[in-house]
Each structure stands twice: as structure tokens, then as C-alpha cells.
């Protein structure tokens, strides 16, 4: 013995060996992944093939489940391994969509107009379109093909521009669609551009409503809604469209959807706009207040930072141009004085019961919030 070290043990592998040894296995695995996707696309053809879904809830909870006790077995971090699959999972539904694995061999390509299709969200549906095999024609304000020509020789014509120019855009292609195909548009507010494209239009006509932005890194699971108008065989169409690329559609009406938005876009983005005013003008810079940060204000400020970092050109009309806007922000002023008050007069008996208030409305949603978020907040500690 030694210096301490008994003679038959190893000698101690120097940090570059073993940073060396880990990106050998790293590499290992990627290749792994790559023989992995190959059989993924061998997959996306058998069921091509045969008519059969993209997703199977069953088999990717069985593979879930599977992977969760084998590495239970291995002794690593199950939840860990677990969420690596889920996105390995997800990523090889959209691998098959991509290869249109939801779209019957037998089906033939149209013809699709992207008024605005050099727009963010304009590129994104034709991507979509182009994904699936149809053939794309593109205006845009820099094209030689205007939307009047565009529409007259296309199947589907989708209007994607800003909301200000909708129902402008709706009246000038509108008469040029015909009567056997399909206008749609991709606009946040349904109720005008739906009533315009009925009133400028003989053809059938969908409004969808794309709930992401174009930054998303897949389409897998996002969400569209669709308002049928004018034509079911239409509309049947572009529900399977969307949803064989791995979108998940929520269908509804026009007024339906405007009275949603008002919650789910209006007021999430006016408070949203309202914390970072609040922010900016407190004078505490934000450098100041992020070494005391927590998980949840940091996933607020993540949130707010991003809103901030948008158009604001886009926002604006979201905001200003839903029917139900005013009644929105009256509800959160209301709501921002009666807490003001409570909370200035350290009246606990009435901030208690605001809060009872507002859990009984959440009810058993509650249990997932309290999932979801802790599992958003790791994800944010581990990176931070």
C-alpha cells in the first residue's frame, strides 16, 4: 500500500478523461436517437398506409409507465427520464406528421393562397400547408401575385394580416373566390372578419384562430379554433388539415370565441401590461430585485418580459377591437380597488374571504395548478 491507495485499485481518471468519456456516450446516444427517428419514419408509413392515427394515448402511456420503472430499476431520477421521453414522444408525433402520416394517400393536393404569407404567422400556415403537400401561392406586399389573381385560381385562400386590414383584405379577395372553394382567415378577433368574408364571398368559409405565436419549436398540441359559416365539407377539410399536423382544434362560433378571448387574451394581456407599467415606473431597477427573486416571480417576469418583447402593433387591436374589452378591464379596475382597499385597511377577515372567493372559482382546478406549476418551476430553477 501506497500513499494511501492499495495496489490493485485503478488509478483515478483525470477531468478530461472523463469529459471525454461522457461526450463518447453523449454522441452514442445521438446516434441511438437518430436510428430512433428512422424507425419513427417507418412508422409514420405503416400507418399512412393503413388509415390509422398519429397519436396512441395508450401506447405512449405504456411507454411511459415502461421507461419510469426501468429507470427506477437503474437507479435515475424516474420524473427526470420521465420528462425526456415525453418530449422524445412528442417529437416523434411530429416527425410523422411532417411526413403526413395523417393524410390518406388517396387525398389530392390544392391549391392554397396565404394572403400575408410573408408575415410571421403567414409563413407559419404555409409551412403547415406545404408540410402536407399542397401547393402554395404567396402574396404579400413585396409579390408580384396579387390576392385578387390569388384567389381566383386558388382552392383555399387564407387571409393572414394584421387585424386592422382583415376585413379590408376580406372585401377585396372575397368576390374572386369561387363559389366551390374555401376563404378562411387566421385572425385572434372571429365575429367581423366571419360576417365579412359571408357578406364578399359565395364560397364556403371557416375563421380560425391560431392560440400560439409563430415562435413555438412544434406544432404538436397547440391549439386552433375553428368557426364553422358557410360549407361543412370546407370546414371538415381544414379540421383534418390542422389536426394532422398534430394541432388540436377547439370548435365554437364567432360570438363564442370573441366572448372567450375577452378572458383568455384581453385580460391576460392587460394584466400583463399592467405589472409591467407597474414595474417600470416603481423606480427599483429590475437588477435590483433579482437576487431576491423566486420561482414565481421570476415565471412572471419571464412572461411579462416576453409580452414586452412582442409587437405592439399586435397586441393593441387584440385589445381594442374585441366586443367585450370594456366590460373586461371595468372587472379588473373593480377588482384592483376592492383589494387595494382591503389590503390598505390590513382588514385580514376581508382579504380572506376575497381569497375563498377566488379558490372556490378555481375549485378542483387547483390540483393540476399546483402540478403544472411546480413542474414549470423546476424546469426554471434547473436553468437559471
Known amino acids: 500500500m501506497e500513499g494511501g491507495v492499495t495496489s490493485g ?22 446516434q441511438i436517437l437518430a436510428r430512433r427517428m428512422s424507425l419513427v419514419a417507418e412508422v409514420a408509413a405503416y400507418k399512412r398506409a393503413h388509415g390509422i392515427r398519429i397519436r396512441d394515448a395508450q401506447r405512449e402511456n405504456d411507454v411511459l409507465r415502461d421507461r419510469h420503472e426501468r429507470a427506477l430499476e437503474l437507479g435515475l431520477p424516474a420524473g427526470e427520464i420521465e420528462s425526456i421521453f415525453r418530449v422524445l414522444l412528442r417529437s416523434s408525433r411530429d416527425h410523422q406528421a411532417a411526413l403526413r402520416a395523417e393524410v390518406p394517400v388517396t387525398e389530392s393536393p390544392r391549391t392554397v393562397a396565404v394572403i400575408g404569407g410573408h408575415g410571421k404567422i403567414g409563413r407559419l400556415f404555409a409551412r403547415l400547408f406545404g408540410d402536407l403537400g399542397h401547393q402554395l401561392l404567396i402574396v404579400d406586399t413585396d409579390t408580384a401575385l396579387g390576392a385578387a389573381e390569388a384567389a ?13 386590414h382583415t376585413v379590408q383584405v376580406i372585401q377585396q379577395v372575397g368576390p374572386h373566390v369561387r363559389a366551390d372553394a374555401l376563404l378562411m382567415d387566421v385572425t385572434s378577433i372571429k365575429s367581423a372578419p366571419v360576417a365579412a368574408m359571408l357578406e364578399h364571398s359565395t364560397g364556403s368559409v371557416v375563421g380560425t384562430h391560431p392560440m400560439f405565436g409563430p415562435s413555438v419549436h412544434t406544432l404538436q398540441g397547440q391549439r386552433v379554433v375553428l368557426c364553422r359559416a358557410r360549407g361543412d365539407a370546407w370546414a371538415d377539410w381544414v379540421e383534418h388539415t390542422l389536426t394532422a399536423r398534430g394541432l388540436v382544434v377547439t370548435e365554437t362560433t364567432a360570438d363564442q370565441h370573441d366572448r372567450a378571448m375577452a378572458i383568455v387574451q384581453v385580460l391576460t394581456h392587460f394584466q400583463t401590461q399592467v405589472l409591467g407599467l407597474t414595474l417600470a415606473r416603481m423606480g427599483v431597477p429590475l437588477s435590483e430585485t433579482m437576487p431576491f427573486t423566486s420561482p414565481a416571480y421570476l415565471l412572471e417576469l419571464y412572461v411579462a418580459a416576453r409580452h414586452f418583447a412582442q409587437d405592439p402593433g399586435l397586441y393593441g387591436p387584440i385589445e381594442m377591437r374585441n366586443p367585450r374589452t370594456g366590460e373586461v378591464t371595468a372587472a379588473f379596475a373593480s377588482a384592483v380597488d376592492e383589494l387595494g382597499q382591503v389590503i390598505a385597511a390590513g382588514d385580514q377577515e376581508s382579504f380572506a374571504r376575497l381569497f375563498g ?16 406549476s411546480s413542474f414549470l418551476i423546476d424546469r426554471i430553477v434547473e436553468r437559471s
Open 9 to 30: 485499485a485503478a488509478p483515478a481518471r483525470s477531468l478530461s478523461v472523463l469529459r471525454s468519456m461522457i461526450d463518447a456516450l453523449d454522441r452514442d446516444l445521438l
Open 152 to 164: 381566383a385560381a386558388a382552392d383555399v385562400t387564407v387571409v393572414s394580416v394584421p387585424i386592422e
Open 357 to 372: 372567493e377566488v379558490r372556490a372559482f378555481f375549485g378542483d382546478f387547483t390540483a393540476e395548478a399546483l402540478v403544472q
